[in-house]
Every structure is written in C-alpha cells, then in structure tokens.
C-alpha cells in the first residue's frame, strides 16, 4: 500500500492510497484493522500517553454498542471511499483534503 496525502481531523481521516488489492472494500477493511491494531497497541504500551484511560475508556464504550467488535472499537464502520480514476481526480482530492483543516479554523 503506499499513502500519497492524508489529513487527520478530530473526528475524521482523510487519505489517498494505492494498493494492489483491487476490491476498494477489502482495502478499507485491511488499512482499518491494521492502523486500529497499530493505534490501540501504542496507547497501550507508550509510557508517555498521558491520555491512555480516556482513550481507552472511549474506544471501549464505542464497542459496548457493536456487535460485531470484541473489546475495543477505533474506527466506525461508515466509510465514504472513492475510487479516483485519473490525474485530474487525485489532483482534485488531494487539493480537498489538504483545504479541510484550513476550512475548519487549523
């Protein structure tokens, strides 16, 4: 997989990727079990996340309402993936979510 632009906002991720994984659903699934695993282990074993209860506490309460996660939940299930097709496109996107923190007061 190879990321060419993100965002991250406060309540929401914007990214650009390529993966050779063709169906869009199946890269999706994959980026948010991997960087969730990645995330939740971090919180858990940095000495200096001074949030770790709160986040903690908050993953775990978003879970208790999904069925279909065990523990812990960091991402929803929701996703507004788009398939961008050509240079003008990506272009266009990058610009978008580049624009987004600016638009929002960062």
Same mark, same amino acid.
């Given at each position: 997989?190879?990321?060419?632009?993100?965002?991250?906002?406060?309540?929401?991720?914007?990214?650009?990727?390529?993966?050779?994984i063709e169906?869009?659903?199946?890269?999706?699934?994959?980026?948010?079990?991997?960087?969730?695993?990645?995330?939740?282990?971090?919180?858990?074993?940095?000495?200096?996340?001074?949030?770790?209860?709160?986040?903690?506490?908050?993953?775990?309460?978003? +879970?208790?309402?999904?069925?279909?996660?065990?523990?812990?939940?960091?991402?929803?299930?929701?996703?507004? +993936?788009?398939?961008?097709?050509?240079?003008?496109?990506?272009?266009?996107?990058?610009?978008?979510?580049?624009?987004?923190?600016?638009?929002?007061?960062?």
């Amino acid at each position: 997989m190879e990321l060419f632009a993100y965002v991250i906002m406060t309540n929401h991720v914007h990214c650009i990727l390529r993966s050779k994984i063709e169906q869009l659903s199946d890269l999706v699934r994959d980026f948010k079990r991997y960087t969730s695993k990645q995330v939740l282990k971090e919180v858990a074993t940095n000495p200096k996340e001074s949030r770790r209860g709160w986040l903690e506490m908050v993953f775990e309460y978003h +879970a208790k309402y999904n069925k279909r996660v065990d523990k812990k939940q960091l991402w929803t299930h929701e996703n507004h +993936a788009v398939e961008l097709s050509t240079n003008e496109m990506i272009d266009s996107r990058v610009d978008y979510i580049h624009e987004n923190p600016v638009k929002a007061g960062w």
